[in-house]
């Protein structure tokens, strides 16, 4: 049975392409995928999480804002019932040059398991879901 995960661009972000690469790559890969698409509210993404009796959230951010659009958002999961959900962020999620590993712990911080910076092949993340489904 292939898991479900359910994907999209968070905040006002309009960063489409990438978000469908992944999406492409995910269902390749054997997962059931439901892609929210682009401007995707925290609310949207656990409504279709609770929905699609989903095994994971992956979340894209590439135009900075990702800090801001994500602070609550583990707290919401864990409010709706889904605090077990691995939750996965990737993408250029703060403004400006900063050390991956700061920005990474900053998302760690907010809930996130799994944090990537940009340029993570899909691959990656893939065998990293994998992996966590599997534990």
Known sequence: MSKTVIMGVIGADVHAVGNR???YAFSEAGFKVIN???????EEYIKAAIEADA????????YGHGELDCQGFKEKCIEAGLGD???YIGGNLV???????????KFIDLGFDRVYPPGTLPATSI?????DLEA
């Open 21 to 23: 690469i992944l999406e």
């Open 36 to 42: 929210l698409g682009v401007m995707v509210a925290q």
């Open 55 to 62: 095994d994971a959230i992956l979340v894209s951010s590439l």
């Open 85 to 87: 959900l691995p939750l």
């Open 95 to 105: 403004v400006g040059k900063q050390d991956f590993e700061d920005v990474k712990q």
């Open 127 to 131: 065998e990293d879901l994998k992996k």
